[in-house]
């Protein structure tokens, strides 16, 4: 079974300040994905990382594909209160079956 | 483009009840999921359909959860009798074509009492 570990799984920060989320497992993935979801409402899509060491900015996000495609990162520069959400990563174990982790509940203090 | 779209909202039953949703992709896109997303986890695949062909409902209850997807088009999702385990948010999602994005739609918000 493969499984996505997300950490941390509660961050609470000031306004401008840097964070870094993780994900992890120990499957490999032909690519992954990150969506941001806000209450009441379905998953956002936000970027699809594919090759091995990728990266890729989305203004103030970075998001990392690890070398291996087992791990991803998604790194938020100077936070502002409108990042507030849950942030998923989900891996694409073929068939384009979805694998979610359990997401990182981010809150962004003004 | 208009949205994926799922009704009711939300909806609240007894433990043992039936219980149906409904979901309206968006138009021309070939797959479509449902997810149950327990609070605070992350969402859990229940079944894939490729047009109207089931593809993958490995992880859906099958003594008491049931869907279907008339036509290729709108699909609805059954559980019968319901748990108290059964309250989750059920999510509809669709895609254009093998290994293109996914698109949610808001939910519906089951609780079991």
């Known amino acids: 079974t493969q499984l996505l570990e997300q950490s941390p799984q509660f961050l609470s920060i000031q306004e401008g300040e840097n964070l870094t989320v993780y994900c992890n497992s120990s499957?490999?993935?032909?690519?992954l994905q990150w969506y941001r979801q806000e209450p009441g409402e379905g998953p956002v899509l936000l970027v699809t990382?594919?090759?091995?060491?990728e990266v890729k900015k989305l203004k103030r996000l970075t998001f990392q594909f690890g070398d291996a495609r087992k791990d991803s990162s998604l790194h938020i520069t100077a936070a502002q209160p409108g990042d507030t959400g849950l942030y998923l990563c989900?891996?694409?174990?073929?068939?384009?079956?979805?694998?979610f982790g359990q997401g990182t509940r981010l809150t962004i203090n003004p | 483009e208009a949205g994926v779209a799922q009704s009711p909202r939300y909806k609240i039953i007894e433990k043992r009840q039936s219980v149906a949703f409904w979901c309206n992709p968006i138009?021309?896109?070939?797959?479509l999921y449902w997810y149950q997303q327990i609070l605070g986890q992350g969402p859990k695949l229940l079944i894939q359909?490729?047009?109207?062909?089931?593809?993958?409902d490995s992880q859906l209850p099958k003594d008491r959860f049931s869907a279907e997807r008339l036509k290729g088009v709108d699909s609805t999702l059954k559980i019968q009798p319901a748990k108290l385990e059964d309250s989750a948010v059920y999510l509809c999602?669709?895609?254009?074509?093998?290994?293109?994005?996914?698109?949610f739609g808001n939910g519906t918000r089951l609780t079991v009492t």
């Open positions: 999602a669709s895609s254009a074509y093998y290994n293109s994005p996914l698109h």
């Open positions: 499957s490999v993935f032909s690519s």
């Open positions: 990382v594919v090759t091995g060491g």
């Open positions: 989900a891996g694409n174990g073929g068939a384009q079956k979805l694998v």
């Open positions: 138009s021309g896109h070939a797959t």
């Open positions: 359909f490729q047009n109207n062909g089931v593809v993958d």
